[in-house]
């Protein structure tokens, strides 16, 4: 224990430095910026971008433009083939390529070199130490990590292609491993209800459970409930020292799971027992007496599932992951509850935009040294993946300063994107999938919406004015459902994994949409550019929408009534010359 306890101390002499060294953020910066400028110089990316000639900040915005994933996207089907120098130089290589949802039908690859692997799991160290420095008793406890295969499918260059978190996993040193509770080969099961069906079952064996961590907090939601629903199999299996034969998990996989599964415990089983006999469920903070951490994304719309969280593990600690993504990881939050971090000016070169200029053509471009307090930003990212300036369309904002560097939490993905469970849904997606839809049911294409809803769990709920969409209700949230699954890899994977409810249809009072652009008109003007949303993020969009136009309808009854009678007296003298005529 005291060697433990040791190493904590020697490993905390780096969080320290990463602290100290920030009054130097400002140079930090713009080496990092240069050190990935060089080192890419000769690739045919580098060539075609003047790298060479770089030689400040200032050279290098003049070289490479504002990007965004479709920027790249020729760049890395070279990348795909397995033809490095198209994007890196000498002593660059692509360990895999991390798969996320792309604002296309197309998913993004995002390529995880060998330089950028090492400066993402030192920044997920620096935040680590931190968390244990703060918690002392994790370090004889066991973690529950949830991550995800890095080798799901290979490119034909013969790349692995996967969950970067799967990666850190399969190359986390020895003494990181002893304290996880689940082997490596959990992550193997791509099946997401027998893998967590798996890691229920190893963890609940284990009663000294510190730590949970994984990205979404939608994930332990739905762990929680898994272990209610499964309570009578869960403890059957540690009884017998069993696992469940009708699981979907590769015969390959179960031959790595056996040793772990071996040993009878019928001791653990019958405390399990008596937490369902005294309250009816499986529950999980009574399971894990010793936890004390729980390890997650608390930032952004996922906070909605914190009290869930809270109700299913208890009042723990909550230490935030940082703006961290399949692009980097960004920042280092140092405290619990709360989702504000340090930049990692140390890892990547950053530039940001005011969120109010994010439509103008040229836009006033800040680097890190240079934001306000309290002012939102969305966020460029130019890494060692060989990503330059990249918009990765996230709106942070700046919460304070660490000397010379900001510290930054994350508010929401931009404008047209929706993400409540990591589903990332873009505004082109939702519309795609919904006029194919309309298109194949063979109903008239009209305005729609599609706002969030929580209940058990979220869902997206597709709003529409009554018409010919009426007794096809079902029909129409299945095709447009099964439209963005397959447009969307991570809705797709969202709706698997029970994280997500499926689409519902649901009716707005007629002249609402027209109610919208009215009110956008009084307080914005300029009626002729009103886009209506066809994707919005806001969780009371629904009964507002509803509310104000119930409300702009009770305001104009008796103006409407009376319109209505002089329209009925027009026509009807109408009707009566028309017939006087005939």
Not at 508 to 522: D, E, F, K, S, Y
Not at 545 to 554: N, P
């Amino acid at each position: 224990m005291v060697e433990r306890y040791a190493y904590l101390f020697w490993k905390y002499q780096a969080f320290r430095a990463f602290v100290n060294n920030a009054r130097r953020g400002r140079w930090y910066q713009e080496q990092v910026l240069l050190r990935k400028v060089r080192r890419h110089a000769s690739s045919e990316f580098g060539r075609a971008h003047g790298f060479a000639h770089i030689r400040t900040v200032s050279d290098f915005r003049k070289q490479v433009p504002i990007t965004d994933y479709e920027y790249y996207r020729p760049w890395i089907e070279k990348l795909k083939a397995g033809k490095w120098d198209a994007m890196y130089g000498p002593g660059t290589k692509v360990l895999m390529f991390a798969l996320t949802s792309g604002t296309t039908g197309q998913p993004k690859y995002i390529p995880i070199t060998n330089h950028f692997f090492r400066e993402y799991c030192r920044g997920w160290q620096l935040w680590g130490v931190k968390l244990y420095w703060d918690h002392k008793d994790l370090v004889y406890k066991k973690t529950l990590k949830l991550a995800s295969d890095w080798r799901q499918f290979y490119t034909p260059g013969g790349t692995p292609c996967g969950a970067i978190s799967g990666l850190v996993g399969h190359t986390a040193p020895f003494l990181a491993r002893l304290r996880f509770a689940l082997p490596q080969c959990v992550t193997e099961i791509h099946s997401a209800d027998a893998k967590h069906y798996v890691a229920l079952r190893l963890g609940l064996a284990c009663p000294r459970i510190g730590l949970i961590g994984t990205a979404n907090p939608s994930t332990l939601v739905e762990f929680a409930r898994l272990a209610q629903r499964e309570a009578e199999h869960l403890i059957r299996d540690i009884y017998n020292g069993s696992l469940r034969a009708d699981l979907s998990i590769p015969w390959n996989i179960r031959q790595k799971l056996r040793p772990y599964f071996r040993r009878r415990d019928p001791a653990r089983a019958r405390q399990l027992e008596r937490i369902v006999e005294q309250i009816g469920r499986l529950d999980l903070s009574r399971a894990w007496p010793e936890l004390s951490v729980i390890a997650v994304w608390t930032g952004g719309p996922v906070r909605i599932f914190l009290p869930l969280v809270e109700k299913y593990y208890g009042k723990q600690a909550i230490r935030d992951h940082g703006l961290s993504a399949s692009e980097g990881h960004m920042t280092v939050p140092y405290e619990d509850h709360s989702s504000s971090g340090i930049l990692e000016y140390c890892h990547h070169f950053f530039e940001f935009i005011p969120v109010e200029e994010r439509t103008s053509l040229q836009p006033t471009v800040l680097l890190a040294h240079e934001l306000e307090v309290g002012r939102d930003y969305y966020i460029l990212l130019t890494t060692s993946s060989g990503f330059y300036r990249y918009d990765i369309r996230d709106v942070v904002r700046c919460t304070g300063y660490l000397d010379d560097v900001p510290l930054i939490e994350f508010l929401n993905k931009g404008a047209h994107f929706a993400n409540f469970t990591g589903e990332k849904l873009s505004e082109s997606q939702v519309v795609e999938a919904v006029e194919t839809a309309f298109r194949q049911l063979g109903i008239p294409p009209q305005p729609f919406t599609l706002a969030p809803a929580i209940a058990d769990r979220p869902r997206y709920v597709l709003l529409l004015e009554p018409g010919q969409t009426e007794r096809r209700e079902a029909e129409l949230a299945a095709a447009v459902n099964a439209q963005l699954a397959r447009l969307n890899c991570e809705y797709a994977n969202r709706l698997e994994t029970h994280r997500l409810d499926p689409i519902t249809v649901q009716y707005v009072p007629p002249g609402t949409w027209a109610r919208l652009r009215q009110l956008h008109t009084q307080e914005r003007g300029n009626f002729e550019e009103y886009k209506h949303p066809c994707l919005v993020a806001d969780l009371d969009f629904i009964d507002r929408v509803t509310k104000s136009t119930i409300a702009a309808g009770q305001e104009g009854c008796q103006t409407k009534l009376h319109h209505h009678l002089e329209d009925h007296l027009v026509l009807s003298q109408l009707n009566l010359q028309a017939e006087g005529w005939r």
